[in-house]
Nanobody, 126 residues
Framework: QVQLVESGGGLVETGGSLRLSCAASGLIFTRYTMAWFRQAPGKEYEFVGGTSRVGGSAEPADSVKGRFSISRDNAKNTVYLQMNNLKPEDTAVYYC???????????????????WGQGTQVTVSS
């Protein structure tokens, strides 16, 4: 059974940085595309970014471009979301998601992912 556990969220001031981690177990990590989504209160899920099973990265969402980056460590079965220059509008619950695929294309919609973490709260104060 696939398990995804996010960590690293918290409260940070505007302009600060956080690094989220998602540790995966119960899967052959190199067969999975990994992604980060977020959901702010009262809003739909938003694709933040993702990385293919071979480490290629999808174009991040316009709202985080230039500030957020994604990486994965296949030896540790972990994917990271480095968030810099955080803004209050980045406040959300951040979710890690996984899908087993042979494709190198990173899906950008929630329905394409089979496995999800429990989420980690990120709050950016103004």
């Amino acid at each position: 059974q696939v398990q995804l556990v996010e960590s690293g969220g918290g409260l940070v001031e505007t302009g600060g940085s956080l690094r989220l981690s998602c540790a995966a177990s119960g899967l052959i990590f190199t067969r999975y595309t990994m992604a980060w989504f977020r959901q702010a209160p009262g809003k739909e899920y938003e694709f933040v970014g993702g990385t293919s099973r071979v480490g290629g990265s999808a174009e991040p969402a316009d709202s985080v471009k230039g500030r957020f980056s994604i990486s994965r460590d296949n030896a540790k079965n972990t994917v990271y979301l480095q968030m810099n220059n955080l803004k209050p509008e980045d406040t959300a619950v951040y979710y890690c998601a996984a899908t087993r695929t042979l494709s190198y294309v990173v899906p950008r919609t929630t329905g394409m992912y089979d496995d999800w973490g429990q989420g980690t709260q990120v709050t950016v104060s103004s």
